[in-house]
Antibody, heavy 121, light 112 residues
Framework: QVQLVQSGAEVKKPGASVKVSCKAS????????INWVRQAPGQGPEWMGW????????FYAQSLRDRITMTTDGSTSTAYMELRSLTSDDTAVYYC??????????????WGQGTRVTVSS | DIVVTQSPDSLAVSLGERATINCKSS????????????LAWYQQKPGQPPKLLIY???TRESGVPDRFSGSGSGTDFSLTISSLQAEDVAVYYC?????????FGQGTKLEI
């Protein structure tokens, strides 16, 4: 079946980096994009960015542009999101979600299970 | 940025009754070339990722019960649950995907 499976929970110290993976299966990876969304405790979802699984074109949220990198590996149908210079404000559950071939082609129909990232000294 | 604002923040409805959640965007999300509204609705239960219910403002996702419906165009939208069931208790979010950033509304908590 169509699914996205994310890597496991992470605990990081302030100033560190985290890299979350999102493995797709059940569909042609290259014909969709991947969105990354995070959700801080008790808050609503926050869009982080979109990456094309076809050519790695990206759109990032302005607030994260200096600290975030999204990549894909077509050979394993896996998307990655790396966030650097972590602070306690980055403590959240991070989700990948399937999107369109172009950023605004589609709503997010398939979601990963989420990866909890905790930033604490 | 196109900001989306939901109302109310919380809603209590009796079982079997109708529930309506509203969403207003700061700019039109209607793309006139294809006459589609780039507005989606999601349901989120505790400990789960959001689940897509409605896309293009009024198209129900496969497998979503037909008691869920979406309406509206331009800047004003609604999600309606025609007859509330116990399993519908959740937080509901609207989202615009007309352009990036794909902002979400603040959420509406639906209770019995």
């Amino acid at each position: 079946q169509v699914q996205l499976v994310q890597s496991g929970a992470e605990v990081k110290k302030p100033g560190a980096s985290v890299k979350v993976s999102c493995k797709a299966s059940g569909y042609n990876f290259a014909t969709y994009g991947i969105n990354w969304v995070r959700q801080a405790p008790g808050q609503g979802p926050e869009w982080m960015g979109w990456i094309s699984a076809y050519n790695d074109n990206t759109f990032y949220a302005q607030s994260l542009r200096d600290r975030i990198t999204m990549t894909t590996d077509g050979s394993t149908s896996t998307a990655y999101m790396e966030l650097r210079s972590l602070t306690s404000d980055d403590t959240a559950v991070y989700y990948c979600a399937r999107g369109g071939y172009r950023p605004s082609d589609d709503a997010y129909d398939i979601w990963g299970q989420g990866t909890r990232v905790t930033v604490s000294s | 940025d196109i900001v989306v604002t939901q109302s109310p923040d919380s809603l209590a409805v009796s079982l079997g009754e109708r529930a309506t959640i509203n969403c207003k965007s700061s700019q039109s999300v209607l793309y006139r070339t294809n006459n589609k509204n780039y507005l989606a609705w999601y349901q989120q239960k505790p400990g789960q990722p959001p689940k897509l219910l409605i896309y293009w403002a009024s198209t129900r996702e496969s497998g979503v019960p037909d008691r869920f419906s979406g309406s509206g165009s331009g800047t004003d939208f609604s999600l309606t649950i025609s007859s509330l069931q116990a399993e519908d208790v959740a937080v509901y979010y609207c989202q615009q995907y007309y352009n990036t950033p794909h902002l979400f509304g603040q959420g509406t908590k639906l209770e019995i």
